[in-house]
C-alpha cells in the first residue's frame, strides 16, 4: 500500500470514530428536552446551553456521558466563548422558549420590547450560525434547524406581534441564506409549530431534518400540526 493511499485511509479511520454533535439552546424547555433525547438516544454528543441552575436541573435525568452542559447567556462574548469550547459541531438547533415574550397590543407596546423580541428571536440565532460558520464547514454533513412558530406564517396573533413577525423574519433568512450554505455543505430548515403541538412530534422532525434521510431538504419552512 503506497503511502498516500495509507494516509488517506488513516484519515477516514479517524473521522469514522468521530462522535456526531449537536447543540441545543434553550435545552431545557419541554421541546429542548425531547430534542436532547432522541439526539442522545442516536448516540450523539450534545451540547445543551441553559442560563440558571433551575434549568440544569431539569436535564439530570438524562444520564449520559455524551451529555454536556454548558452555562450561556444570550449576548456576543458568550457565543464566542462557545466556539472555544466546541471544536466539532455537526448540528445546531435554535430553540426559544416564546412565553419569555411579552404579549401587547401594538398601540401599548414598546420600541425596546420589538427590540428585544428581534434581538432573541432573530440576531441571535444568525450569530450562533455566523460564529460556528467555519466549524459547521468541517461536517461531513452539517445542518442548522431554527425552531420558529406558526404564528409567523398566518398573520400573527393578537398581542403577540413582536414574537409573530421576528419568527417571520427568521423563516425568510432560513429561506434566502440556506442557498448559499448549501455550497458548503450545511443545509438550515426552519419548523414551524403550532403551539398545541406535543414536543415529541416536533424533535422527531427535528432530528429526521440533522440525519441524511433529509439530505434533500434545504431551506424550507415546515408547519407541523395536530
Known amino acids: ?16 470514530k468521530i462522535k456526531s454533535s449537536v447543540l441545543i439552546t434553550n435545552a431545557s424547555n419541554m421541546i429542548g428536552l425531547s430534542c436532547t433525547e432522541i439526539f442522545l438516544k442516536n448516540n450523539y454528543k450534545v451540547y445543551c446551553l441553559i442560563s440558571n ?21 444570550h449576548n456576543k462574548k458568550s457565543i464566542k466563548l462557545l466556539k472555544k469550547k466546541i471544536k466539532h459541531l455537526d448540528c445546531i ?61 398566518f398573520g400573527g396573533h393578537p398581542n403577540m406581534y413582536q414574537y409573530g413577525i421576528a419568527k417571520l423574519a427568521l423563516d425568510n433568512f432560513t429561506k434566502y441564506v440556506s442557498k448559499e450554505m448549501i455550497e458548503n455543505k450545511i443545509r438550515m430548515n426552519s419548523v414551524l409549530p403550532d403551539n398545541s403541538v406535543k414536543p415529541e412530534k416536533i424533535s422527531d422532525i427535528v432530528y429526521w431534518l440533522s440525519s441524511r434521510d433529509s439530505s434533500y431538504v434545504c431551506g424550507a419552512n415546515i408547519e407541523i400540526n395536530n
Open 93 to 153: 438547533i435554535y430553540n426559544f422558549d416564546n412565553s419569555l415574550n411579552k404579549k401587547t397590543s401594538f398601540q401599548k407596546s414598546k420600541i425596546n420590547q420589538w427590540k428585544k423580541s428581534f434581538e432573541i428571536n432573530f440576531f441571535q440565532p444568525i450569530e450562533l450560525v455566523h460564529v460556528f460558520y467555519s466549524v459547521l464547514k468541517k461536517s461531513r454533513s452539517a445542518s442548522v434547524i431554527n425552531i420558529s412558530s406558526l404564528l409567523s406564517s
Open 53 to 73: 441552575s433551575k434549568q440544569k436541573n431539569k436535564l439530570k435525568s438524562f444520564q449520559s456521558q455524551n451529555l454536556k452542559i454548558l452555562n450561556f447567556s
Open 1 to 16: 500500500m503506497n503511502i498516500q493511499l495509507k494516509n488517506f485511509w488513516t484519515i477516514v479511520e479517524k473521522m469514522s
